[in-house]
């Protein structure tokens, strides 16, 4: 595999990057910003939740998010997808002709970590190999009010909770599993490749862990009613939207179809409506 191209960018850029510039900047813009989105080699499954979360239902206005035509007239640079090496360049071109100080934002699993591509000839994993990256938004794809919660953190209307980890002598092994929640470790194998999947690499142990957590606390893990109300309550109180998201996902495609496959027990889903409701 051949060598990396050294990132070249103008001493200037960097100068103009600073933290306090880009406090500054969002000082001035207040609500009223620019986003110019990159597609860095996606597969459009972000695409098309970005494009929902600008519709009327979603109303990103109320926050002030305009989508531009152009990098040269944009505050944010939203990108998605595992950075391909045919997209190594335009990159750098996109980010060296947004006006300093600016603030990136890598969507998705792939934009965060490479997600399952991170290890690909064919790419340079995720958009920080390259970029200086703000704010992460994981998901695969991400809901559209992740979306909107990703740039009102980027604009410091709300904290960032999620904090990036190197792990630089993880062996990539599965974690071990004391006892099956459910009698059977496929139910734990399922939740965590479906974990990794949506937050990638670096947090998907975390949601992993985290969702099994809310399992075990059950009343009784094996009756649905009893885990959905442990789900319900862990995605009210969740400090990090993101997390009460997946969650979610994480019951109704995994615990709920290994109960019903091995046990023959149906259990009723869980609306998406309650983060509206987390919000209240």
């Known amino acids: 595999m051949s060598k990396k191209p050294k990132v070249i960018l103008d001493k200037d850029i960097f100068d103009n990057n600073s933290l306090e510039d880009k406090l500054r900047l969002l000082k001035d813009i207040k609500r009223s910003f620019s986003v110019f989105r990159v597609d ?83 790419v340079w994993s995720g958009i920080d190999s390259t ?51 459910l009698g059977n470790l496929l139910f734990e194998r399922d939740v965590y490749f479906e974990s990794k999947r949506l937050m990638g690499y670096l947090y998907g142990k975390q949601l992993y862990k985290k969702f099994l957590d809310i399992i075990k606390n059950a009343k009784n893990p094996l009756i649905p009613e009893y885990t959905k109300k442990a789900v319900i309550k862990a995605v009210k109180e969740e400090i990090d939207f993101r997390f009460a998201e997946c969650y979610i996902i994480l019951y109704n495609e995994v615990y709920l179809r290994h109960l019903k496959d091995q046990l023959g027990i149906s259990g009723e889903k869980i609306c998406f409506d309650v983060l509206k409701e987390r919000d209240d």
């Open 40 to 122: 860095c080699g996606s597969c459009n499954g972000c695409e098309i939740e970005i494009f929902a979360a600008i519709t009327p239902m979603w109303d990103p206005e109320r926050f002030g998010f305009k989508l531009v035509a152009s990098p040269r007239h944009a505050d944010i640079l939203l990108c998605t997808g595992p950075l391909t090496r045919q997209m190594y360049y335009p990159l750098l071109r996109a980010y060296e002709a947004t006006p300093d100080p600016k603030v990136v934002i890598a969507v998705g699993a792939c934009g965060c970590t490479g997600g399952i591509f991170h290890d690909s000839y064919a």
């Open 131 to 181: 970029l200086p990256v703000d704010v992460y938004i994981p998901g695969c794809p991400p809901h559209p009010a992740t979306i909107i919660h990703g740039l009102a953190v980027a604009l410091g209307i709300l904290d960032q909770k999620m904090k990036k980890v190197e792990y630089k002598d993880d062996e990539g092994e599965a974690p071990e599993v004391e006892k099956p929640i």
